[in-house]
């Protein structure tokens, strides 16, 4: 789910399993194409609901760092699981906290935790999903049999972050259209402060990635 230009297809495929990579981006899964993964196939849909899609029941369903686009994601899961083989799994990789590091200025991790929170109103992400992706799992009496906290060397780690990691910190950055609109003119000095933050020796990252393996009954 949310399979974007295919890596993670790609190292299912190498283990030896037949996916099927689903996401709404023609542009992510053109890339995905080019690669030819063995056994594989992809489709361009909506994954909050797969109802309209001819699919087959699968062993397993693999969905790193897409819940967080579905504020209230039971339904999606809901959907989700409707396509799972009895005994099957789900994986989710999710984060909670993405912009959470210190030190950053009052003013900066107030602007952060507010625009957490009008995404969330308007039902378009939820940074803390990778944390509140567990009530999800209770409120549908879902069997969890696994739950892990992730090292991840860009998004978890403490520290003064390498030159690769920065880069792609600004990368990220960049891509952020929605952040930086709410910004507006305070964006440049936000991003600068941030980059400055990670390159510190002091820096503390609260963000959290988390990892859920659900069980089919």
């Known amino acids: 789910m949310g399979c974007g230009i295919g890596d993670q297809t790609a190292l299912l495929s190498q283990r030896g399993a037949s996916v099927i990579g689903i996401d709404q981006d023609s542009e992510l899964l053109e890339q995905a194409r080019k690669k030819n993964i063995l056994n594989s196939k992809f489709i361009e849909a909506n994954i909050a609901d797969l109802s309209k899609l001819d699919l087959p029941k699968v062993n397993g369903i693999w969905c790193s760092f897409t819940t967080a686009y579905f504020p209230h994601v039971e339904q999606p899961l809901k959907s989700w699981l409707k396509h799972l083989k009895p005994g099957g799994w789900l994986a989710v990789t999710e984060m909670s906290g ?34 509140n992706f567990e009530k999800a799992i209770n409120a549908l009496s879902l069997k969890l049999k696994q739950r892990i906290l992730l090292e991840d060397k860009e998004l978890s780690q403490n520290g003064k972050l390498s030159k690769d990691v920065i880069e792609a910190w600004e990368n ?46």
């Not at 912009?99 to 109103?121: C, E, K, M, R």
């Not at 952040?179 to 990252?205: M, P, T, V, W």
Request: positive net charge; hydrophobic residues 35%; aromatic residues 16%.
């Open 172 to 217: 990220r950055l960049e891509r952020m259209k929605g952040l930086q609109n709410y910004l507006g003119d305070k964006y440049n000095g936000f991003k600068e402060e941030f980059i400055a933050c990670l390159n510190r020796k002091d820096h503390i990252s609260n963000c959290s990635v988390y990892f859920y393996l659900i069980k089919c009954r």
């Open 98 to 131: 993405l912009l959470n590091h210190s030190p950053l200025s009052i003013q900066t991790q107030s602007a952060i935790q507010s625009f957490y929170q009008l995404l969330f109103d308007k039902n378009l992400y939820d940074f803390n999903m990778g944390k």
